[in-house]
């Protein structure tokens, strides 16, 4: 299992048979608004974009090998991009760089001929790239948030075709320059050392810093997701967002989530296969908590300082942090249950089940 991708900002998720599943390096765009707008909105589009960008940038040796994409990496790092604001068939704007999309579009076109792979329609990035491994399943790339990270940080467009070599066992050879890889090693290190220092001192800061400066409708929208990822796990516990269920979550809790082994484990860290499980479990409690006071206590979430639920009722208004509850009940054994009854109860909430 993974850390999700909004607390991961420098991690790809792809879904592979319904399992969400780490790859490499997508900065945690996963937007809905379509990158791909820069260069069109069709997979014909996008392979005449690739072609028109190689013939471009004839010079750079952008031949459509998966060797070209270390190429492809030097090119777009020393480029300056132009930023441009597309408006959206739903209404809404989106902020692209043409150079990226048609990066995106060539990398796209390297994989699709060299391994089994092809662009797909996909409810959470419009476009994706999907990858069949050799031993069957899916995996999904957000090919235009790629693209679109390695603008402001590094490109890696060889370390991420690397990384699909190695994880996924597809035929081919690593070609990023072992420099660059050993950058994405270190950045992964030393996320994992600021997070362990913040934790030392303050584990529930460390939790509120793991979240922060996170698109607040990204970051709701995946609280939501991992709540449905739960329910999903586990049907035979009734899961069914009522108050009621809060009881059967610690009973789910109890029995299948909490763990000695996560005793000392680091929210958000991702080094260890404990921090992990820590992170992902605490995730989906969490998020299932919140559906439950957003469904039946009209709850609102609140982004400022961290994911918290504003809840009003009668008799004032309360704050409560879903990650630090979801942390006690792994961690700890505490209730939901009684966390909810107990604001609900303060507050006068009335009908709240």
């Known amino acids: 299992m993974n850390v999700p991708e909004r607390l991961r900002r420098r991690s790809a998720v792809g879904r592979r048979g319904g399992e969400r599943r780490r790859a490499m390096t997508d900065g945690g765009t996963g937007e809905r608004a379509p990158r791909a707008a820069a260069v069109g909105d069709d997979p014909e589009a996008f392979h005449e974009q690739a072609r028109e960008f190689a013939g471009r940038h004839g010079a750079a040796g952008l031949d459509f090998s998966p060797a070209s994409l270390a190429r492809l990496d030097e090119l777009v790092a020393d480029e300056e991009p132009e930023w441009t604001t597309v408006e959206l ?51 999904r790339l957000n090919a235009f948030g790629i693209a679109h990270e390695g603008l402001a940080d590094v490109p890696r467009f060889a370390v991420t075709h690397d990384a699909l070599v190695v994880e996924l066992g597809l035929d081919g050879e690593r070609v990023a320059d072992p420099q660059t ?16 220092a913040a934790a030392a001192e303050d584990p529930e800061v460390a939790m509120a810093a793991a979240a922060a400066g996170i698109d607040a409708e990204e970051l709701i929208d995946g609280f939501r997701e991992d709540a449905a990822d739960l329910v999903e796990a586990w049907p035979s516990h009734d899961l069914d967002y009522s108050a009621a269920s809060l009881g059967r979550l610690d009973a789910l809790v109890r029995m299948e989530l909490a763990d000695d082994a996560l005793a000392d484990a680091t929210f958000g860290a991702t080094s260890d296969e404990r921090d992990l499980l820590f992170t992902v479990r605490v995730m989906q409690v969490a998020g299932y908590l919140g559906e439950v006071f957003r469904r039946q206590a009209d709850a609102t979430w609140e982004t400022t300082d961290g994911p918290a639920l504003a809840v009003d009722g009668p008799d004032g208004t309360a704050e409560v942090e879903p990650i630090r509850v979801a942390a006690g009940a792994v961690r700890d054994g505490d209730s939901t249950a009684a966390v909810f009854g107990d604001v609900v109860s303060r507050l006068g909430v009335e009908d709240a089940g």
């Open 89 to 139: 068939e739903d209404g809404r704007e989106a902020t692209v760089a043409p150079l990226a999309a048609a990066a995106a579009c060539y990398f796209a076109a390297v994989l699709v001929r060299s391994y089994d792979a092809g662009w797909v329609a996909d409810e959470d990035y419009r476009w994706a790239l999907s990858v069949e491994p050799p031993d069957g399943g899916e995996l």
């Open 181 to 196: 890889e050993a950058a994405a090693a270190d950045d992964e290190v030393a996320d994992a050392k600021e997070l362990r």
